[in-house]
């Protein structure tokens, strides 16, 4: 079965440690992928879409990149207010247009 | 400002008593849809729209309806609702093609079926 797999679940870093977060897929022909941020009890908030592979986008401490396979969503040197749930989405899903698969989610936690 | 907007926020109801959640965007997207978002299990989708007069099932289409009769609106309706569709509810809009746009996503509708 098609799926998005994110990893790891729960993340704990000190202020300034860099990490980087997974997200793998089993989708064959991927036209997209998405990064979102969710903050406790809100809506999802738009990161950024990669569509091809060896393509990187950056926003601030974030760069996601996508391989073939997976997306890292790369934080450096990151600071208590990127504490949220980062989720990665690929449209692929089943071949079917608007159908759009999240994965469960990397909580993200920043200890001053 | 551009927004999704969706009401009420919260609901507390008792089983089988018919509900509509409202959703409505003043973007102008054709495309919406509604999630569902319990612990363990993330973001499922329940039924999307390419435009008005479309909408297709998503992956847990099951105990809901939805219409979408106007371009900015596109509630979710529960004819009879049970207590496992306790769940937080996002309703979501984008441009087009969600795997071409942003989409935009509501505060969240925190529901509970008693």
């Known amino acids: 079965e098609d799926q998005v797999t994110q990893s790891p679940e729960a993340l704990r870093l000190q202020e300034g440690e860099s990490s980087s977060l997974n997200c793998s897929y089993t989708?064959?022909?991927?036209?997209?992928l998405f990064w979102y941020r969710q903050d406790p009890g809100k809506g999802p908030e738009f990161l950024f879409t990669l569509y091809s592979a060896g393509e990187e986008k950056e926003k601030e401490r974030l760069k996601a990149t996508l391989t073939k396979k997976e997306s890292f969503l790369h934080i450096t040197a990151p600071k208590p207010e990127d504490s949220a749930t980062y989720l990665c989405?690929?449209?692929?899903?089943?071949?079917?247009?608007?159908?759009?698969?999240f994965g469960k989610g990397t909580k993200l936690s920043v200890k001053p | 400002e551009a927004q999704v907007t969706q009401n009420p926020r919260y609901l507390i109801t008792v089983t089988g008593k018919k509900l509509t959640v409202t959703c409505s965007q003043n973007?102008?997207?054709?495309?919406m849809s509604w999630y569902r978002q319990d612990p363990g299990l993330g973001l499922r989708q329940i039924y999307y729209?390419?435009?008005?007069?479309?909408?297709d099932k998503g992956d847990v289409p099951e105990g809901y309806k939805v219409s979408r009769k106007e371009k900015r609106n596109f509630p979710l309706i529960l004819e009879s609702p049970s207590p496992n569709q306790t769940s937080l509810y996002f309703c979501?809009?984008?441009?087009?093609?969600?795997?071409?746009?942003?989409?935009?996503f509501g505060p969240g509708t925190r529901l509970t079926v008693l």
């Open positions: 989708v064959s022909g991927l036209r997209g």
């Open positions: 973007m102008n997207h054709e495309y």
């Open positions: 979501a809009s984008s441009l087009r093609d969600r795997g071409a746009d942003t989409q935009y």
């Open positions: 989405a690929d449209p692929s899903h089943g071949g079917s247009q608007g159908n759009l698969i």
């Open positions: 729209s390419m435009n008005v007069e479309v909408t």
